[in-house]
C-alpha cells in the first residue's frame, strides 16, 4: 500500500504544482473579478447618488463619475431580477436621501431566470441570500477558482480575444451576426421561460423590487440602453412588445421610464459600442451625460 | 449526490476505508447503508420503493424454490415479474399510454377522462427492475438459487456503484463476490482509481462539453441540415462518453471494494455491422434481452420469419425501456429494422463487397463497414435525441438530405462551437481516441500504460487529473441516469 501512497503522492504534487499557476491566471482574470466594483465598495462604503441595477447592458451602461455624481454599479452580466432585489436590498442603505435607483430594462429581464454563476455572488451578499449555497462551493470558488472550468474558459477568452471564428467577431458582417446569435439566445430564453412559467415570477419579483423601492423611499427611474441598429432590426417594436413590454405596461407605473434604445445618436454610431448591445467607455461615458441631464432636468438630485 | 461531484469522492473514500477496516461480517451492513443512503440522496422517498420492491423479490424468489412442479414455478415468477413491471409501468409509463389513449380517443371524437398525472421517475427504477426479473427468472430456470441472506440479496438490488445505470448485473455473478472476503489489493485500488478517473475524463472533457453544443441545435428550431447531421454525430459522441463513463465510475469503485462487474462497452463505435454494434454497446442490456425476451420469444420457431418478428419485439421492448416516448420506440423499430434487413441481406452484400473487389483490402472493406454502422447508428439517434415524433421526423429528413452533407456546410456547422471550445474539446477527443487505439491494439490501455516508462506513465496521470480539474465541466447529468 505504501507503493500506492508514494504514487498517489507525487500525482498529486505534480498535478497541484501544475495547477497552481491556472488556478493564479485565473484569480487575476476580468472574468472572475467582474464584482471588484461592489467588493471594493463592501470595504469602503459610503453615501452614493445613484445606483444602477441590471445585467450586462447596465453593467457597460454607466460612468457617472465625470458628472461629479458618486455611482454604485450593481449590475452584473446575466443578473436576474431576483439578485437585483437581493444586491439592492443589500447596499440601498448607502443610498443618498435625494439619490435615484437606475433599474435597468432589457430584452432579458422578465426572461432570465437563470443565475448560472452564483460564485460572484459569495464575497458580496449574506451566504443565506445564495440559492442554492454549498460550503464546498463556496471554498472552492474563493481558493479553487480554476477548478471552475466556465471561469477558466471565459478567463482565456479574455485573453485572446481575437481567438474566435472570423464570423463571431463583434463587428463581423457589420455586427448581424452577433445579433442574430443573440437573438437566438434570448427566443430560447423566451420559449423556456415561457414554458416554466418563469415570466409571472420574474414580473412579480420585478413588482416587489419596486414596492420595496417606495417603502424605503428611494427614487426609481427605468431605463432601457441603447444598442445599435444592427441589434435594433432584430429587436424592433413588435419584438419588443413580446418580450418586455406586454408584462410592463399592465403594471401602470408611477415611475418615470427612459429608454433610450433606438436613439439615433447611438444607434448609427458603431464608434459608441463594443458590439452591437454593449456600449464602450465612450459611449457610455456619453449615455451616461445624457441620462444625468435627463435626470436634472426632471428635478432630481437637488 | 451524484457520481461527478467531490462529495460522492469523500463519500467513496470514506467507504473504502471504513471496508477495509472492518471485518468482513459487517461488511454488508456497511454497503448497504452506503447504497441506500446513496440513493437516498438522489431519489428521496422513492428509496421506500427499492425496499419495498427488494422484499417483494427476495420472498418471491424463495417461493418460486419452494414450488414443487415447473408450472408451480412459473405461475409465481410470472406474478412477481408481473407485480415489479406493474410498479415500473406505473412510474414510468402510465403517462405515456395515458396521452397516447387521449390523442386516440381525440382522433375518434371519443370521451378520455383521465387527466395527466403528476408522476416523477425514480431514478433507477428500470435498473433494479431489470435485475428483479432475471434474478427470478434464473430460479425458475434453476440456474440459481434463491438467495437466502436478505442483506447480500439487498445490496444486490441496491449496490451502489452500480445503481444509478448498471451495468445490469446477474444474481449469479455479483452475490457470490459480496459473500468471499475481499482482501486489500494495491491492484484492485490501482486500477479501480484509473478506471474512475478515466470516467471522470470522458464525462467532464467530453460529454459534458458537447451536451450545451447538441442541445444548442437540437433546441433551435431553425437549425440547418448540415447542423443536424453534425449535432447527431456529436451526440453520438456525447452519448458514449456519458453512458460509458458512468459504467468505468461504477466498475472502477466496485474494483476498489474487491468487486468485479461486467464490461458494458467494447468501443461500440468501430463496430462492423449493427450485430457487432450491440454486442459492444450497452453489454449487460444486450445480454439481458437476448436471455430473457429474445431467446424465449425463439423457443420453438424456426422460420426465419419467426425469428424477425422476435427480433423487431426483443428492440421494441429495447426501446420502451430507454424511454416513456414514441420517439423511443421508433428508434427500438429502427434497429429492429437494421437487424432483420442486415441478416436478410448478408449474402447479397458479401456479393456486392465481391462485385466491387471490396473484400480483396480487407482493412478498407473493415473501415467502409465502421464507417456505415456508425452513419446508421447516428441516423436512428436522431430519434433517440429528439423532443417529439414530429421533431424527430422533421429532424430525420433534415440527416437525410443530401445538401446537408456538403462538405462546406459541415465546416461551417462547427461554428455552433466557440472556436475556443472546439479547440478544447478536439484536443480530449483525440486523446480519447489515442486511448481507444492503443485499446484495439492491446487488451488493455492501463497494462500497456503500465509497460512504459515511469515518466510517460505518470505524465499520463497527471494530465488525468488536470484535465479534469481545469477543463472539466460540470452540471450536467448522466443521459442514462434518467431512464
Known sequence: MGRLFIKLTIIITVALLLFLPINNFVKQSRSYNINDDILAFKKDPHPVDIINLGASH????????????????????????????????????????????????????????????????????????????????????????????????????????????????????????????????????????????????????????????????????????????????????????????????????????????????????????????????????????????????????? | MTFISIEFLLFFAVIVFAYYSIPHRWRWVLLLAASYSFYASLSGYFVFLLLTSTAFSYVTGILIEKQETKKQKKK?????????????????????????????????????????????????????????????????????????????????????????????????????????????????????????????????????????IVASVYDNPDATGSQIVLATILFSVQLYADFSALSDIAIGCARMLGIKLTENFKQPHFATSIGDFWNRWHITFSTWLRDYIFVPLCKGKKKRSEIYVAIIITFLISGIWHGAAWSFVLWGLIHGFYRVFGDHTKQARGKMASFTYLDRNPTFHKWVKIAITFLLVCFSRVFFRSDSVTAAFTNAQLFLTP?????????????????????????????????????????????????????????????????????????????????
Not at chain 2, 474539446?425 to 497494462?447: C, D, I, Y
Open chain 1, 58 to 302: 447596465s453593467m457597460y451602461g454607466y460612468y457617472f463619475k465625470p458628472t461629479g455624481l458618486s455611482h454604485l454599479d450593481l449590475a452584473l452580466p446575466a443578473q436576474t431580477i431576483q439578485y437585483d432585489f437581493k444586491l439592492l436590498k443589500e447596499y440601498g442603505e448607502h443610498l443618498k436621501p435625494n439619490g435615484v435607483v437606475i433599474v435597468s430594462i432589457s430584452q432579458l429581464t422578465f426572461i432570465n431566470s437563470k443565475d448560472m454563476d452564483v460564485g460572484r455572488y459569495y464575497e458580496i451578499l449574506d451566504h443565506s441570500e445564495i440559492e442554492p449555497f454549498s460550503l464546498v462551493d463556496y471554498y472552492r470558488y474563493l481558493y479553487f477558482p480554476g477548478t471552475n472550468s466556465e471561469i477558466f474558459t471565459s478567463a482565456l477568452s479574455s485573453k485572446w480575444k481575437g481567438f474566435k471564428w472570423t464570423s463571431h467577431q463583434s463587428w463581423a458582417n457589420d455586427g448581424k451576426n452577433y445579433a442574430e446569435r443573440k437573438t437566438e439566445f434570448i427566443e430560447e430564453q423566451y420559449r423556456e421561460a415561457s414554458a416554466n412559467d418563469e415570466i409571472e415570477q420574474n414580473v412579480q419579483q420585478f413588482q416587489e423590487l419596486l414596492e420595496y423601492c417606495k417603502d424605503q423611499g428611494y427614487q426609481v427611474v427605468l431605463t432601457m440602453e441603447p444598442v445599435h441598429q444592427t441589434y435594433l432590426d432584430h429587436f424592433d417594436e413588435q419584438a419588443m412588445e413580446r418580450l418586455v413590454f406586454q408584462y410592463l405596461d399592465p403594471l401602470n407605473l408611477d415611475v418615470p421610464f427612459l429608454n433610450y434604445m433606438d436613439d439615433p445618436r447611438f444607434s448609427d454610431n458603431q464608434d459608441y459600442f463594443i458590439d452591437s448591445d454593449h456600449l464602450n467607455s465612450e459611449g457610455r461615458k456619453k449615455y451616461s451625460w445624457i441620462v444625468y441631464e435627463e435626470l436634472k432636468s426632471m428635478g432630481y438630485f437637488e
Open chain 2, 76 to 212: 409465481v415468477m410470472l406474478v412477481g415479474i408481473g407485480v415489479l413491471l406493474f410498479f415500473l409501468g406505473w412510474f414510468k409509463y402510465f403517462n405515456f399510454v395515458n396521452d397516447s389513449l387521449r390523442a386516440i380517443s381525440a382522433y375518434l371524437n371519443w370521451n378520455y377522462t383521465i387527466p395527466y398525472q403528476e408522476i416523477i421517475l425514480p431514478i433507477a427504477i428500470s435498473f433494479y427492475t431489470f435485475q428483479a426479473v432475471s434474478y427470478l427468472v434464473d430460479i425458475y430456470r434453476g440456474k440459481l438459487k434463491a438467495e437466502r441472506h436478505y442483506g447480500y440479496f439487498s445490496i444486490y438490488f441496491a449496490f451502489f456503484p452500480q445503481l444509478v445505470a448498471g451495468p445490469i448485473e446477474r444474481a449469479k455473478k455479483l452475490l457470490p463476490q459480496f459473500k468471499v472476503e475481499q482482501t486489500l489489493k494495491y491492484e484492485n485500488l490501482s486500477y479501480g482509481m484509473k478506471r474512475i478517473a478515466w470516467g471522470f475524463f470522458k464525462k467532464t472533457l467530453i460529454a459534458d462539453r458537447l451536451a450545451p
Open chain 2, 403 to 483: 445538401s446537408s452533407w456538403r462538405p462546406s456546410g459541415i465546416i461551417d456547422a462547427f461554428e455552433i462551437f466557440s472556436l475556443l471550445d472546439l479547440a478544447i474539446f478536439a484536443f480530449f477527443f483525440v486523446v480519447m481516441q489515442l486511448f481507444h487505439h492503443v485499446e484495439r491494439k492491446n487488451a488493455s490501455t492501463w497494462n500497456w500504460l503500465s509497460q512504459r516508462p515511469v515518466f510517460a506513465r505518470y505524465a499520463v496521470y497527471v494530465l488525468i487529473v488536470v484535465s479534469v480539474l481545469v477543463f472539466g465541466a460540470t452540471g450536467q447529468g448522466f443521459v442514462y441516469g434518467g431512464f
